[in-house]
């Protein structure tokens, strides 16, 4: 399959809720990387994980791996406005130059 | 910096036209991937090139595809006869390309709308 799994498809909150969005993938990786989209600033990286790491952290995102079950989490905290967005998580499943791309969460922060 | 650059950013054609897009990727940047991205869908793979080694075209959807690269500046991709299929927004990145798969930097993509 050319695409991984994320859910839910689509998350709407209150400003200032936490969102947690999920993704699943296939086979092995070396990392897996998480992505915003939104029609302000196009497409664009967030964080990488490498398969030896659990968590990591930058900003308000936190994201952990769990590689016994092939997925990962993106949690984004005291969300703003301007989270508003598809996210999609990206993995190299043991490809060292193709990533395989999720369909996305569609998270609408309302005010 | 500059950034990925793509032209044109809108493209309205009639079917079985040919059109060809254009991606400018950040200076130094080895690798250079185009994706094509359906409304409200994930990015499918469509071509991947890595300095002057060959080409990977396997996700290519059709031998109306073909893309073209000069050494690690612009590609361009190029749809023969295009079908209304072929309407989605075509995205272009590129990587450092160094050492395995590291961050893709997107351009902000051609909408190509094929009546």
Redesign the interface.
Known sequence: S??GEEDPQALSIQEGENATMNCSYKTSI??L?WYRQNSGR????LI?IRSNEREKHSGRLRVTLDTSKKSSSLLITASRAADTASY?C?T?ED?????I????TKLIIKP | GAGVSQSPSNKVTEKGKDVELRCDPISGHTALYWYRQRLGQGLEFLIYFQGNSAPDKSGLPSDRFSAERTGESVSTLTIQRTQQEDSAVYLCASSPGTGGINEQFFGPGTRLTVL
Not at chain 1, 101 to 104: E, F, L, V
């Open positions: 050319q695409q070396n990392n990387q196009g497409l664009v990286h990488l999609f990206a190299d490809s060292n130059y193709q990533l791309w999720g369909a996305g």
